[in-house]
């Protein structure tokens, strides 16, 4: 005999489905762990940002740099289709550029034991600006490239690009290789100091004998140490003077041989991720949210929200309390609809941080300004 389902019978039923709730205590401990579980993922979208989203600006502004810059650079010369190489001139080097403004692109630097392709530009300046935007930045106070004195310059080891991160990797006789409008500049890696910040005597013209007048041809690249915590330290790494080479002859053998990870196949115009040709994530924070609103209109048209109305009729039981839980009834449509548009949220929300919250909080929080070293520009 068929008899109605009473309500009684129906609660219980529900029940059987979909569990007991939980109590209001555990409720409440479970959304403290979704406020730690978001807490989490937004310090771990900090670091990220640091570490990776700084470099790809940093990429993309060298990339405009070079753009812009080295368009009237002399060409190496092309052998049948491939790069020529640049016979090692006697003599003293020609001095070039014989000055520049601060911001100015200086000079390219190739260091093959970084691996293939590995190019950073080398603009006029060491202020944080300076180094945050453009790779890497040289000192003022000391010499050109190819100069009597120390061409001394600075980067930083961690975020922004981190040029120098690998800089405890170089071996004795490892080339850095400077190429400015005309001339390449060959330098050998000799040997590495630790030092503290104010042991400026290290970028001297003549570190080994501050005040004494320069006798050689030096190049110095300095970063900071330990690279992944408070930078109490600064490594200086030197090198010194082998040859000088014509651009327009080729390119020098150090470029066309095997670096620490293979041929470094030469090109003067090196790639560009894609990624770093955004100059600005605001167009991913409109464009999501328009997708978002489109979907969200369509799919409330279409499907309203099921989930919602099937604890209204009863066939689903009230869930429990959660702030991601609640988000995602919010949404209309049906789960794959659903997991679209918490996506898309996900991807404004992530972007809106890179783009506005994280620089605003590294240049205005003490401890996050301390650790960056970020400056708004």
Avoid at 54 to 59: F, I, L
Avoid at 65 to 72: I, K
Avoid at 233 to 252: M, Q, T
Wanted: glycine letters at 8%.
């Amino acid at each position: 005999m068929n008899e109605p389902i009473t309500q009684s019978a129906k609660s219980a039923h529900t029940a059987s489905r979909g569990g007991k709730r939980l109590s209001i205590g555990w409720q409440i401990v479970g959304i403290v762990a979704e406020l730690l579980i978001t807490a989490a993922i937004i310090c771990g979208l900090y670091v990220a940002w640091l570490f990776w989203w700084t470099g790809v600006q940093a990429e993309h502004e060298q990339a405009q740099t070079r753009e812009t810059t080295t368009s009237t650079w002399t060409q190496p010369a092309d052998d049948s289709g491939t790069v020529a190489i640049a016979k090692a001139q006697e003599g003293d080097p020609p001095i070039q550029p014989a000055s520049a403004n601060e911001g100015e692109l200086v000079a390219e630097v190739y260091i093959p034991r970084f691996g293939n392709q590995w190019v950073r530009n080398i603009v006029q300046g060491t202020s944080l600006e300076q180094l945050n935007k453009h790779g890497m930045g040289h000192y003022e106070e000391s010499q050109m490239p190819g100069q009597i004195g120390n061409f001394a310059f600075a980067g930083h080891r961690a975020g922004y690009g981190s040029p120098l991160s690998d800089i405890n990797l170089l071996q004795k006789n490892d080339a850095v290789i400077i190429r400015t409008q005309d001339y390449w500049y060959v330098y050998r890696y000799t040997r590495h100091l630790v030092v503290l910040p104010t042991e400026t005597e290290v970028v001297a013209s003549n570190p080994d004998a501050p005040g004494s007048a320069p006798t050689k041809r030096m190049l110095t690249m300095t970063t900071c140490n330990p690279r992944y915590s408070t930078p109490t330290h600064r490594w200086i790494a030197y090198a010194e003077f082998a040859y000088w080479a014509k651009v327009s002859d080729g390119v020098p053998a150090e470029l066309a041989g095997d670096g620490a990870s293979g041929p470094v196949n030469f090109s003067s115009t090196p790639k560009q991720s894609a990624v770093s040709q955004l100059d600005s994530l605001e167009p991913v924070v409109q464009w999501a949210l328009i997708v978002y609103a489109v979907l969200f209109i369509a799919a409330a048209i279409v499907w309203r929200w099921p989930a919602r109305r099937a604890i209204r009729e009863g066939r689903r039981q009230k869930p429990d309390a959660s702030i991601y839980g609640t988000l995602a009834r919010l949404q209309p449509g049906v789960l794959p609809i659903r997991i679209i548009l918490m996506a898309l949220l996900a991807v404004a929300g992530t972007a809106a941080l890179f783009q506005w919250v994280y620089p605003w909080a590294a240049s205005t929080i003490p401890v996050l300004q301390q650790m960056s070293n970020y400056v708004a520009v």
